[in-house]
Protein backbone atom coordinates (compact mmCIF):
# COMPACT_ATOMS: atom_id res chain seq x y z
CA UNK A 1 0.00 0.00 0.00
CA UNK A 2 1.38 3.40 -0.95
CA UNK A 3 1.55 5.92 1.41
CA UNK A 4 -1.85 7.69 2.64
CA UNK A 5 -3.29 10.72 1.62
CA UNK A 6 -3.92 13.63 3.97
CA UNK A 7 -7.74 13.61 3.27
CA UNK A 8 -7.88 9.96 4.48
CA UNK A 9 -6.26 11.13 7.38
CA UNK A 10 -8.10 13.93 7.85
CA UNK A 11 -11.98 11.50 7.44
CA UNK A 12 -9.39 9.37 9.87
CA UNK A 13 -9.35 11.65 12.58
CA UNK A 14 -12.28 12.91 12.19
CA UNK A 15 -14.50 9.61 12.86
CA UNK A 16 -15.99 9.76 9.33
CA UNK A 17 -13.50 6.73 7.91
CA UNK A 18 -16.16 3.96 6.77
CA UNK A 19 -15.05 0.90 8.89
CA UNK A 20 -13.46 -1.18 5.89
CA UNK A 21 -10.99 1.34 4.93
CA UNK A 22 -10.38 2.89 8.96
CA UNK A 23 -9.25 -0.89 9.80
CA UNK A 24 -7.10 -1.24 6.33
CA UNK A 25 -5.51 2.20 7.61
CA UNK A 26 -4.85 0.95 10.71
CA UNK A 27 -2.80 -1.39 9.82
CA UNK A 28 -0.93 0.15 7.30
CA UNK A 29 -0.01 2.51 10.00
CA UNK A 30 1.17 -0.34 12.43
CA UNK A 31 3.70 -0.81 9.36
CA UNK A 32 4.47 2.49 8.20
CA UNK A 33 6.54 5.28 10.27
CA UNK A 34 6.32 7.78 7.58
CA UNK A 35 2.30 7.40 7.73
CA UNK A 36 2.49 7.65 11.66
CA UNK A 37 4.33 11.00 11.16
CA UNK A 38 2.02 12.17 8.79
CA UNK A 39 -0.54 11.25 11.05
CA UNK A 40 0.61 13.07 14.04
CA UNK A 41 1.00 16.01 11.68
CA UNK A 42 -2.29 16.11 10.45
CA UNK A 43 -4.05 15.96 13.75
CA UNK A 44 -1.61 18.68 15.15
CA UNK A 45 -2.86 20.64 12.02
CA UNK A 46 -6.63 19.57 12.61
CA UNK A 47 -6.38 20.51 16.23
CA UNK A 48 -4.74 24.59 15.33
CA UNK A 49 -7.32 24.89 12.92
CA UNK A 50 -9.94 23.79 15.42
CA UNK A 51 -8.42 26.08 18.14
CA UNK A 52 -8.32 29.15 15.53
CA UNK A 53 -11.94 28.57 14.51
CA UNK A 54 -12.81 28.69 18.51
CA UNK A 55 -11.36 32.07 19.21
CA UNK A 56 -13.69 33.47 16.83
CA UNK A 57 -16.94 32.18 18.20
CA UNK A 58 -19.90 34.47 19.59
CA UNK A 59 -20.38 34.32 23.35
CA UNK A 60 -22.65 31.64 24.05
CA UNK A 61 -26.19 32.60 25.17
CA UNK A 62 -28.85 30.51 26.13
CA UNK A 63 -31.60 29.94 22.98
CA UNK A 64 -34.52 32.18 23.73
CA UNK A 65 -37.41 29.31 24.50
CA UNK A 66 -38.72 27.42 21.65
CA UNK A 67 -42.50 28.40 22.46
CA UNK A 68 -41.08 32.01 22.40
CA UNK A 69 -40.26 31.21 19.13
CA UNK A 70 -43.18 29.41 17.57
CA UNK A 71 -45.54 32.95 18.96
CA UNK A 72 -42.96 34.90 17.14
CA UNK A 73 -42.25 34.11 13.50
CA UNK A 74 -40.30 37.41 13.23
CA UNK A 75 -38.62 38.33 10.45
CA UNK A 76 -35.38 40.47 10.72
CA UNK A 77 -36.95 42.15 13.83
CA UNK A 78 -35.22 45.21 14.10
CA UNK A 79 -33.62 46.23 10.96
CA UNK A 80 -36.97 47.38 9.75
CA UNK A 81 -38.04 49.06 13.16
CA UNK A 82 -35.05 50.92 12.87
CA UNK A 83 -35.37 52.18 9.51
CA UNK A 84 -38.59 53.09 10.49
CA UNK A 85 -37.53 55.08 13.82
CA UNK A 86 -35.14 56.94 11.94
CA UNK A 87 -37.36 58.19 9.57
CA UNK A 88 -39.89 59.21 12.19
CA UNK A 89 -37.55 60.75 14.17
CA UNK A 90 -36.16 63.04 11.22
CA UNK A 91 -39.00 63.73 10.10
CA UNK A 92 -40.04 64.75 14.06
CA UNK A 93 -37.52 66.94 14.35
CA UNK A 94 -38.12 68.26 10.80
CA UNK A 95 -41.87 69.28 11.74
CA UNK A 96 -41.03 70.49 15.51
CA UNK A 97 -37.92 72.81 13.82
CA UNK A 98 -40.53 74.00 11.35
CA UNK A 99 -42.97 74.42 13.50
CA UNK A 100 -40.13 76.22 16.70
CA UNK A 101 -38.67 78.71 13.78
CA UNK A 102 -41.51 80.92 14.24
CA UNK A 103 -43.34 81.17 17.19
CA UNK A 104 -45.34 83.91 16.86
CA UNK A 105 -47.31 81.53 14.41
CA UNK A 106 -48.06 79.45 17.06
CA UNK A 107 -51.40 78.27 16.96
CA UNK A 108 -54.73 80.08 18.03
CA UNK A 109 -57.90 78.62 19.50
CA UNK A 110 -59.21 77.47 15.95
CA UNK A 111 -56.75 74.00 16.14
CA UNK A 112 -59.13 71.18 17.01
CA UNK A 113 -58.97 68.84 19.67
CA UNK A 114 -58.93 66.08 17.33
CA UNK A 115 -55.10 66.74 16.03
CA UNK A 116 -54.34 65.99 18.92
CA UNK A 117 -55.21 62.53 18.96
CA UNK A 118 -53.07 61.72 15.67
CA UNK A 119 -50.92 59.24 15.73
CA UNK A 120 -47.53 59.93 16.25
CA UNK A 121 -46.28 58.53 13.43
CA UNK A 122 -48.86 59.29 11.01
CA UNK A 123 -48.21 62.81 12.05
CA UNK A 124 -44.31 62.61 11.32
CA UNK A 125 -44.50 60.81 7.92
CA UNK A 126 -46.65 64.08 6.69
CA UNK A 127 -44.55 66.72 8.17
CA UNK A 128 -41.80 64.95 6.03
CA UNK A 129 -43.42 64.40 2.60
CA UNK A 130 -45.31 67.76 3.35
CA UNK A 131 -43.39 70.31 5.20
CA UNK A 132 -45.23 72.95 3.92
CA UNK A 133 -48.82 71.42 5.13
CA UNK A 134 -50.62 72.62 8.03
CA UNK A 135 -48.76 73.50 11.11
CA UNK A 136 -51.49 71.44 12.87
CA UNK A 137 -50.13 68.19 11.72
CA UNK A 138 -46.72 68.97 12.49
CA UNK A 139 -47.46 69.87 15.93
CA UNK A 140 -49.57 66.68 16.51
CA UNK A 141 -46.22 64.23 17.11
CA UNK A 142 -44.67 66.01 20.32
CA UNK A 143 -48.35 66.97 21.63
CA UNK A 144 -48.97 63.33 21.89
CA UNK A 145 -45.94 62.73 23.78
CA UNK A 146 -46.53 65.23 26.11
CA UNK A 147 -50.42 65.37 25.91
CA UNK A 148 -50.51 63.30 29.49
CA UNK A 149 -48.43 65.31 31.35
CA UNK A 150 -49.84 68.78 30.34
CA UNK A 151 -52.99 67.61 31.57
CA UNK A 152 -52.26 67.25 34.05
CA UNK A 153 -50.53 70.91 34.79
CA UNK A 154 -53.07 72.74 32.49
CA UNK A 155 -56.95 72.75 32.70
CA UNK A 156 -56.58 74.50 29.44
CA UNK A 157 -57.90 73.79 26.28
CA UNK A 158 -56.49 70.89 24.04
CA UNK A 159 -54.75 73.89 22.00
CA UNK A 160 -53.09 75.60 25.02
CA UNK A 161 -51.86 72.15 26.41
CA UNK A 162 -50.12 71.49 23.36
CA UNK A 163 -48.54 74.58 23.18
CA UNK A 164 -47.49 74.01 26.68
CA UNK A 165 -46.12 71.27 25.93
CA UNK A 166 -43.94 72.40 23.32
CA UNK A 167 -42.47 75.01 25.36
CA UNK A 168 -41.66 72.56 28.26
CA UNK A 169 -39.93 70.62 25.65
CA UNK A 170 -38.21 73.29 24.36
CA UNK A 171 -36.73 74.14 27.91
CA UNK A 172 -35.67 70.91 28.87
CA UNK A 173 -33.44 70.90 25.42
CA UNK A 174 -31.57 73.51 27.02
CA UNK A 175 -31.33 71.88 30.45
CA UNK A 176 -30.92 68.29 29.61
CA UNK A 177 -30.69 66.13 26.86
CA UNK A 178 -33.17 64.17 25.45
CA UNK A 179 -33.66 60.52 23.91
CA UNK A 180 -34.96 60.35 20.46
CA UNK A 181 -33.41 62.40 17.50
CA UNK A 182 -31.40 65.48 18.72
CA UNK A 183 -31.03 67.84 15.47
CA UNK A 184 -28.65 70.64 15.79
CA UNK A 185 -30.22 73.27 14.63
CA UNK A 186 -30.34 77.17 15.14
CA UNK A 187 -34.15 77.96 15.04
CA UNK A 188 -33.87 79.87 11.18
CA UNK A 189 -32.43 76.64 9.68
CA UNK A 190 -34.28 74.30 11.98
CA UNK A 191 -36.20 72.90 8.88
CA UNK A 192 -32.99 71.74 7.54
CA UNK A 193 -31.97 67.86 8.21
CA UNK A 194 -28.55 67.82 7.80
CA UNK A 195 -27.32 68.55 11.24
CA UNK A 196 -29.86 65.64 12.67
CA UNK A 197 -27.21 63.80 14.68
CA UNK A 198 -27.56 60.06 15.38
CA UNK A 199 -26.92 60.66 18.87
CA UNK A 200 -29.74 59.66 21.22
CA UNK A 201 -29.87 61.10 24.47
CA UNK A 202 -32.42 61.16 27.35
CA UNK A 203 -34.25 64.31 28.72
CA UNK A 204 -36.20 65.36 31.96
CA UNK A 205 -37.94 67.62 31.95
CA UNK A 206 -38.57 70.76 33.75
CA UNK A 207 -41.54 72.20 34.89
CA UNK A 208 -40.57 75.66 34.61
CA UNK A 209 -41.45 76.78 31.56
CA UNK A 210 -40.09 80.29 30.51
CA UNK A 211 -41.68 82.90 28.90
CA UNK A 212 -39.02 83.92 26.65
CA UNK A 213 -39.84 83.40 22.83
CA UNK A 214 -38.73 80.27 21.84
CA UNK A 215 -35.45 80.01 20.02
CA UNK A 216 -33.97 76.70 20.00
CA UNK A 217 -30.40 75.29 19.88
CA UNK A 218 -31.70 72.22 19.68
CA UNK A 219 -34.56 70.57 18.55
CA UNK A 220 -34.94 67.64 20.83
CA UNK A 221 -37.89 65.04 19.99
CA UNK A 222 -38.31 63.20 23.83
CA UNK A 223 -39.62 59.59 23.34
CA UNK A 224 -40.16 60.40 27.18
CA UNK A 225 -43.01 61.91 29.07
CA UNK A 226 -42.62 65.15 31.30
CA UNK A 227 -42.41 64.10 34.80
CA UNK A 228 -43.12 67.09 37.37
CA UNK A 229 -41.28 66.30 40.14
CA UNK A 230 -38.25 66.23 38.50
CA UNK A 231 -38.11 69.86 38.25
CA UNK A 232 -36.18 69.31 41.78
CA UNK A 233 -33.43 67.96 40.50
CA UNK A 234 -31.39 69.74 37.48
CA UNK A 235 -30.01 66.99 35.19
CA UNK A 236 -26.55 66.41 34.29
CA UNK A 237 -25.10 69.15 31.72
CA UNK A 238 -24.24 68.44 28.54
CA UNK A 239 -25.60 64.39 28.02
CA UNK A 240 -25.16 65.33 24.11
CA UNK A 241 -21.47 66.15 24.18
CA UNK A 242 -20.91 62.50 25.50
CA UNK A 243 -19.48 61.65 22.52
CA UNK A 244 -16.61 64.45 23.60
CA UNK A 245 -16.58 62.78 27.04
CA UNK A 246 -12.71 62.20 27.77
CA UNK A 247 -12.15 58.45 27.36
CA UNK A 248 -11.09 56.27 29.98
CA UNK A 249 -9.52 52.98 30.58
CA UNK A 250 -11.74 49.88 32.18
CA UNK A 251 -9.84 50.36 35.73
CA UNK A 252 -10.97 53.81 35.68
CA UNK A 253 -14.55 53.21 35.13
CA UNK A 254 -14.39 50.81 37.49
CA UNK A 255 -12.97 53.28 40.23
CA UNK A 256 -15.51 56.06 39.27
CA UNK A 257 -18.62 53.61 39.32
CA UNK A 258 -17.36 51.34 42.36
CA UNK A 259 -18.42 48.55 40.69
CA UNK A 260 -17.83 46.51 37.85
CA UNK A 261 -19.09 48.79 34.11
CA UNK A 262 -21.95 47.07 32.72
CA UNK A 263 -23.06 46.69 29.29
CA UNK A 264 -24.20 44.17 27.05
CA UNK A 265 -21.94 41.45 27.47
CA UNK A 266 -21.93 40.25 23.89
CA UNK A 267 -20.70 42.97 22.23
CA UNK A 268 -18.06 44.79 21.04
CA UNK A 269 -16.89 47.42 23.79
CA UNK A 270 -15.70 50.52 21.72
CA UNK A 271 -14.89 52.57 24.05
CA UNK A 272 -15.48 53.86 27.63
CA UNK A 273 -15.73 57.29 28.79
CA UNK A 274 -16.82 59.59 31.88
CA UNK A 275 -18.75 62.55 32.75
CA UNK A 276 -16.35 65.31 32.80
CA UNK A 277 -18.39 66.50 35.91
CA UNK A 278 -18.29 65.18 39.32
CA UNK A 279 -21.61 62.94 39.23
CA UNK A 280 -19.51 59.77 38.40
CA UNK A 281 -21.44 58.87 35.18
CA UNK A 282 -19.50 56.67 33.07
CA UNK A 283 -20.72 55.73 29.49
CA UNK A 284 -19.98 52.91 27.75
CA UNK A 285 -19.86 52.39 24.31
CA UNK A 286 -20.72 49.35 22.52
CA UNK A 287 -21.32 48.00 18.81
CA UNK A 288 -24.71 46.44 18.09
CA UNK A 289 -23.43 45.75 14.35
CA UNK A 290 -21.09 47.42 11.77
CA UNK A 291 -22.87 50.43 11.95
CA UNK A 292 -24.67 50.75 15.20
CA UNK A 293 -23.20 52.35 18.36
CA UNK A 294 -25.23 52.16 21.53
CA UNK A 295 -24.32 54.00 24.67
CA UNK A 296 -24.64 52.56 27.84
CA UNK A 297 -24.75 55.59 30.52
CA UNK A 298 -24.28 54.29 34.29
CA UNK A 299 -23.69 55.95 37.77
CA UNK A 300 -23.79 54.58 41.13
CA UNK A 301 -27.43 55.22 42.41
CA UNK A 302 -27.16 57.29 44.99
CA UNK A 303 -25.42 60.11 42.94
CA UNK A 304 -28.40 61.39 41.84
CA UNK A 305 -31.16 60.37 44.98
CA UNK A 306 -33.11 63.71 45.01
CA UNK A 307 -33.91 63.03 41.18
CA UNK A 308 -34.61 59.60 41.79
CA UNK A 309 -36.78 59.81 44.93
CA UNK A 310 -38.89 62.26 43.32
CA UNK A 311 -39.23 60.34 39.98
CA UNK A 312 -40.22 57.28 42.04
CA UNK A 313 -42.95 59.44 43.24
CA UNK A 314 -44.23 60.67 40.17
CA UNK A 315 -43.73 56.82 38.38
CA UNK A 316 -46.45 55.63 40.64
CA UNK A 317 -49.11 56.96 38.05
CA UNK A 318 -48.99 53.52 36.19
CA UNK A 319 -48.98 54.32 32.26
CA UNK A 320 -46.08 56.91 32.54
CA UNK A 321 -44.05 54.32 34.99
CA UNK A 322 -44.21 51.66 32.60
CA UNK A 323 -42.19 53.82 29.65
CA UNK A 324 -40.05 55.71 31.74
CA UNK A 325 -39.20 52.62 33.99
CA UNK A 326 -38.10 50.50 30.91
CA UNK A 327 -35.92 53.12 29.69
CA UNK A 328 -33.56 53.40 32.71
CA UNK A 329 -33.26 50.56 35.25
CA UNK A 330 -31.10 49.74 38.21
CA UNK A 331 -28.13 47.14 37.99
CA UNK A 332 -26.39 45.87 40.85
CA UNK A 333 -25.87 49.59 42.53
CA UNK A 334 -25.90 51.48 38.69
CA UNK A 335 -28.51 53.29 37.88
CA UNK A 336 -28.05 52.60 33.94
CA UNK A 337 -29.67 54.20 31.25
CA UNK A 338 -29.23 53.16 27.70
CA UNK A 339 -29.61 55.23 24.26
CA UNK A 340 -28.49 54.83 20.33
CA UNK A 341 -30.09 55.29 17.27
CA UNK A 342 -32.31 52.58 17.92
CA UNK A 343 -36.39 52.43 18.32
CA UNK A 344 -37.11 52.97 21.94
CA UNK A 345 -38.32 48.87 21.69
CA UNK A 346 -35.21 47.82 20.52
CA UNK A 347 -33.35 50.02 23.11
CA UNK A 348 -35.12 48.30 26.08
CA UNK A 349 -34.98 44.85 24.62
CA UNK A 350 -31.34 45.50 25.05
CA UNK A 351 -31.51 47.14 28.57
CA UNK A 352 -32.72 44.08 29.76
CA UNK A 353 -30.26 42.47 28.59
CA UNK A 354 -27.74 44.88 30.80
CA UNK A 355 -24.83 42.77 32.86
CA UNK A 356 -21.64 43.72 34.66
CA UNK A 357 -19.31 43.35 31.68
CA UNK A 358 -17.30 40.20 31.89
CA UNK B 1 -44.02 17.54 13.89
CA UNK B 2 -43.47 20.44 15.66
CA UNK B 3 -41.67 18.10 18.57
CA UNK B 4 -38.68 17.15 16.00
CA UNK B 5 -38.24 20.88 15.34
CA UNK B 6 -38.12 21.67 19.53
CA UNK B 7 -35.74 18.90 19.43
CA UNK B 8 -33.41 20.18 16.66
CA UNK B 9 -33.89 23.51 18.32
CA UNK B 10 -31.93 22.60 21.59
CA UNK B 11 -29.13 20.44 19.83
CA UNK B 12 -28.75 22.71 16.57
CA UNK B 13 -29.19 26.42 17.99
CA UNK B 14 -25.99 27.11 19.15
CA UNK B 15 -24.12 25.78 16.22
CA UNK B 16 -26.25 27.36 13.65
CA UNK B 17 -25.42 30.42 16.24
CA UNK B 18 -21.97 29.95 15.33
CA UNK B 19 -22.56 29.20 11.55
CA UNK B 20 -24.26 32.39 11.34
CA UNK B 21 -21.50 33.83 13.47
CA UNK B 22 -18.74 33.10 11.10
CA UNK B 23 -20.57 34.47 8.23
CA UNK B 24 -22.21 38.21 9.52
CA UNK B 25 -19.68 38.44 12.20
CA UNK B 26 -21.98 39.82 14.55
CA UNK B 27 -23.12 38.05 17.23
CA UNK B 28 -26.83 39.62 17.35
CA UNK B 29 -27.27 39.26 14.49
CA UNK B 30 -26.40 35.77 13.90
CA UNK B 31 -28.65 35.20 16.79
CA UNK B 32 -31.54 36.95 15.11
CA UNK B 33 -30.97 35.39 11.78
CA UNK B 34 -30.76 31.71 13.48
CA UNK B 35 -34.40 32.35 14.96
CA UNK B 36 -35.36 32.96 12.14
CA UNK B 37 -34.49 30.01 10.38
CA UNK B 38 -36.22 28.20 13.73
CA UNK B 39 -39.11 30.48 12.82
CA UNK B 40 -39.52 29.19 9.15
CA UNK B 41 -39.14 25.54 9.69
CA UNK B 42 -41.80 25.60 11.54
CA UNK B 43 -43.47 26.53 8.81
CA UNK B 44 -42.15 24.98 6.19
CA UNK B 45 -41.77 21.67 8.62
CA UNK B 46 -39.01 20.36 6.68
CA UNK B 47 -38.07 16.38 6.33
CA UNK B 48 -34.42 16.91 7.07
CA UNK B 49 -34.86 20.26 9.81
CA UNK B 50 -30.96 20.30 10.33
CA UNK B 51 -29.60 20.07 6.96
CA UNK B 52 -32.84 22.00 6.29
CA UNK B 53 -31.65 24.83 8.51
CA UNK B 54 -28.05 25.44 7.63
CA UNK B 55 -29.17 25.67 3.96
CA UNK B 56 -31.40 28.08 5.05
CA UNK B 57 -29.27 29.92 7.24
CA UNK B 58 -26.00 29.99 4.46
CA UNK B 59 -28.93 31.46 2.21
CA UNK B 60 -29.81 34.65 4.81
CA UNK B 61 -25.97 34.74 5.53
CA UNK B 62 -25.68 35.60 1.93
CA UNK B 63 -28.79 38.12 2.09
CA UNK B 64 -26.99 39.76 4.82
CA UNK B 65 -23.47 39.95 3.29
CA UNK B 66 -24.55 41.85 -0.03
CA UNK B 67 -26.96 44.09 2.37
CA UNK B 68 -23.82 44.96 4.64
CA UNK B 69 -21.89 45.35 1.13
CA UNK B 70 -24.19 48.05 0.16
CA UNK B 71 -23.71 49.74 3.85
CA UNK B 72 -19.95 49.11 3.39
CA UNK B 73 -19.34 53.04 3.23
CA UNK B 74 -21.14 53.39 6.22
CA UNK B 75 -18.98 51.03 7.67
CA UNK B 76 -15.49 52.68 6.33
CA UNK B 77 -17.10 56.04 8.01
CA UNK B 78 -17.34 54.05 11.16
CA UNK B 79 -14.18 53.21 11.17
CA UNK B 80 -12.23 56.73 10.20
CA UNK B 81 -13.51 57.49 13.86
CA UNK B 82 -10.02 57.80 15.96
CA UNK B 83 -10.03 54.63 18.32
CA UNK B 84 -9.57 54.79 21.85
CA UNK B 85 -5.84 54.50 22.39
CA UNK B 86 -4.89 52.95 25.38
CA UNK B 87 -7.94 53.06 27.38
CA UNK B 88 -10.32 50.52 25.92
CA UNK B 89 -10.09 47.08 27.20
CA UNK B 90 -7.10 45.22 26.42
CA UNK B 91 -8.58 42.22 26.55
CA UNK B 92 -11.45 42.97 24.73
CA UNK B 93 -8.76 44.09 22.20
CA UNK B 94 -6.97 41.26 22.12
CA UNK B 95 -10.09 39.20 21.64
CA UNK B 96 -11.29 41.54 18.84
CA UNK B 97 -7.94 41.64 17.36
CA UNK B 98 -7.67 37.71 17.15
CA UNK B 99 -11.71 37.32 16.11
CA UNK B 100 -10.05 39.84 13.17
CA UNK B 101 -7.45 37.51 11.87
CA UNK B 102 -8.97 34.79 12.13
CA UNK B 103 -11.44 36.09 10.00
CA UNK B 104 -9.71 37.01 7.79
CA UNK B 105 -7.67 33.91 7.37
CA UNK B 106 -10.86 32.47 6.86
CA UNK B 107 -11.64 34.66 3.73
CA UNK B 108 -8.78 33.08 2.27
CA UNK B 109 -10.06 30.09 1.78
CA UNK B 110 -12.52 29.17 -1.33
CA UNK B 111 -15.91 29.22 -0.74
CA UNK B 112 -16.57 25.69 -1.07
CA UNK B 113 -13.44 25.10 1.26
CA UNK B 114 -14.70 27.32 3.83
CA UNK B 115 -18.34 26.29 3.72
CA UNK B 116 -17.30 22.33 4.84
CA UNK B 117 -15.02 23.37 7.46
CA UNK B 118 -17.64 25.68 8.50
CA UNK B 119 -20.50 23.18 8.24
CA UNK B 120 -17.74 20.56 9.93
CA UNK B 121 -17.36 22.92 13.06
CA UNK B 122 -20.85 23.13 13.56
CA UNK B 123 -20.70 19.72 14.29
CA UNK B 124 -22.56 18.43 10.67
CA UNK B 125 -21.55 14.89 9.51
CA UNK B 126 -19.34 14.15 6.30
CA UNK B 127 -22.93 12.80 4.80
CA UNK B 128 -24.34 16.23 5.78
CA UNK B 129 -21.50 17.94 4.51
CA UNK B 130 -21.91 16.54 1.11
CA UNK B 131 -25.50 16.86 0.82
CA UNK B 132 -25.02 20.14 1.64
CA UNK B 133 -21.99 21.24 -0.88
CA UNK B 134 -22.83 18.95 -3.31
CA UNK B 135 -19.20 17.52 -3.04
CA UNK B 136 -19.11 13.72 -3.05
CA UNK B 137 -18.57 12.04 0.84
CA UNK B 138 -15.02 10.60 -0.29
CA UNK B 139 -13.81 14.56 -1.43
CA UNK B 140 -14.92 15.39 1.92
CA UNK B 141 -11.88 14.83 4.24
CA UNK B 142 -9.61 16.18 1.00
CA UNK B 143 -11.32 19.38 1.75
CA UNK B 144 -11.46 19.55 4.98
CA UNK B 145 -7.33 19.02 5.08
CA UNK B 146 -7.05 21.31 2.75
CA UNK B 147 -9.38 23.84 4.52
CA UNK B 148 -7.72 23.76 7.96
CA UNK B 149 -4.35 23.64 6.20
CA UNK B 150 -5.08 27.10 4.51
CA UNK B 151 -6.87 28.28 7.56
CA UNK B 152 -3.43 27.83 9.60
CA UNK B 153 -1.30 28.74 7.05
CA UNK B 154 -3.27 32.36 6.19
CA UNK B 155 -3.61 32.97 9.92
CA UNK B 156 -0.01 32.75 10.99
CA UNK B 157 0.87 34.46 7.47
CA UNK B 158 -1.79 37.30 8.62
CA UNK B 159 0.18 37.18 11.64
CA UNK B 160 3.14 37.68 10.79
CA UNK B 161 2.34 40.31 8.39
CA UNK B 162 0.45 42.61 11.05
CA UNK B 163 1.81 44.91 12.78
CA UNK B 164 0.34 43.24 16.51
CA UNK B 165 2.07 40.41 18.14
CA UNK B 166 0.22 38.02 20.04
CA UNK B 167 0.27 37.56 23.37
CA UNK B 168 1.50 34.72 25.77
Not at chain 1, 76 to 89: D, E, G, L, Q
Not at chain 2, 29 to 57: I, K, T
Request: with cysteine; hydrophobic share 40%.
Amino acid sequence: MSHVDEGTLHAYLDGELPSAERAALEAHLAACATCRASLDEERALLERATTLLGSARPVERPAPPFDQLQRTPKPSPWRVRRAYAWAASIALALGLGYYLRNPRLAPGPAATPATVDQPVVVAADRAASERVSTREEKRAAPVRLRQRAADSLMPASADERARVALQRQTDSARQAPAIGVVASAPSAQADSVAPATTEALRARDSTAYAREPLRLEEVVVTGRAATNAAAAAPAPQNRLAATAWPIISRSAARSLLGTDPVGLPGLTTRRIRRSPGTDGTVVVEQAVDSSTVIQIIQRPAGTNALYDSAAKGYLNRSAERERADRLARFVGRLRVEITGPLSVDSLNRLLEQVAPLP
Amino acid sequence: MPDDIAEVYRNTYPALVRFLYRKVWDAERAEDLAQEAFARALVHRPENARGWLFVVAANMARDEARRAAREKRHLILLKSEPDAVPGTLEEDIDTDAQRTRVRAALEQLTPRDREALLLWDAGMSYDEIAAQTGLARGAIGTTLARARRRLVEAYDAGREGGQHVARG
